[in-house]
């Protein structure tokens, strides 16, 4: 089975940016579908983005779509998530998640996914 660090998180001001990383290991890298989810205190986890196998799919929620970017490198075992002109309510922990998947598509639901890395955590200050 696989493990996910996340790493890249911080204190940024409104409109700025952010490229949190998480890192696998443990297994074929390139078996899973990645996925990233925030949680903002006091509420729900949310889905943000998933990326294919390939990385040739994408799916973004709504109040990221234009401003995140969801990427991988096969060959580092890595996902990113590059977020631009980032906003206040943007302020949570982040998590990706990794989910064995024999199809070319995206995951947007995070009880589908098996594995998750410990978060890493993002403050947009005003």
């Known amino acids: 089975q696989v493990q996910l660090v996340e790493s890249g998180g911080g204190l940024v001001q409104a409109g700025g940016s952010l490229r949190p990383s998480c890192a696998a290991s443990?297994?074929?890298?390139?078996?899973?579908?990645m996925g990233w989810f925030r949680q903002a205190p006091g509420k729900e986890r949310e889905f943000v983005a998933s990326l294919s196998r390939s990385g040739g799919r994408t799916s973004y929620a709504d109040s990221v779509k234009g401003r995140f970017t969801i990427s991988r490198d096969n060959a580092k075992n890595t996902t990113y998530l590059q977020m631009n002109n980032l906003k206040p309510e943007g302020t949570g922990d982040y998590y990706c998640?990794?989910?064995?998947?024999?199809?070319?598509?995206?995951?947007?639901?995070?009880?589908?996914?098996?594995?998750w890395g410990q978060g890493t955590q993002v403050t947009v200050s005003t």
């Open positions: 443990g297994d074929t890298f390139s078996r899973y579908v």
């Open positions: 998640a990794a989910e064995v998947r024999l199809l070319t598509n995206t995951v947007v639901t995070s009880k589908e996914y098996d594995y």
